[in-house]
């Protein structure tokens, strides 16, 4: 039983071990990307439009579609934009 636990508890170790070498390595790389958006608002873009921007690229076409067209029905229900025209 001593040489089980033995190896679980190595497994266990050398889980946690690959975690924290991947969180450590996950927060070098949100400070590279955080140097970036400092460098784009350095030659005047706009951050808050960029990550606007990645989180739209990161969606699936369909799925923005779908927002896009419950944010429109949304606004217009508020009449904030004109409404959909109706077919």
């Known amino acids: 039983?001593?040489?089980?636990?033995?190896?679980?508890?190595?497994?266990?170790?050398?889980?946690?071990?690959?975690?924290?070498?991947?969180e450590e390595e996950k927060a070098a790389i949100a400070a590279d990307i955080k140097e970036i958006y400092a460098e784009a608002k350095g030659n005047g873009f706009d951050t808050k439009i960029l990550r606007k921007i990645?989180?739209?690229?990161?969606q699936d076409a369909n799925e923005r579609m779908e927002q896009e067209a419950i944010l429109e029905l949304y606004m217009a229900a508020l009449g904030m934009?004109?409404?959909?025209?109706e077919d």
């Open 1 to 22: 039983m001593a040489i089980e636990d033995s190896v679980a508890q190595d497994q266990l170790r050398a889980f946690i071990e690959r975690i924290e070498r991947m």
């Open 54 to 58: 990645v989180a739209i690229r990161k």
């Open 81 to 85: 934009v004109a409404a959909p025209p």
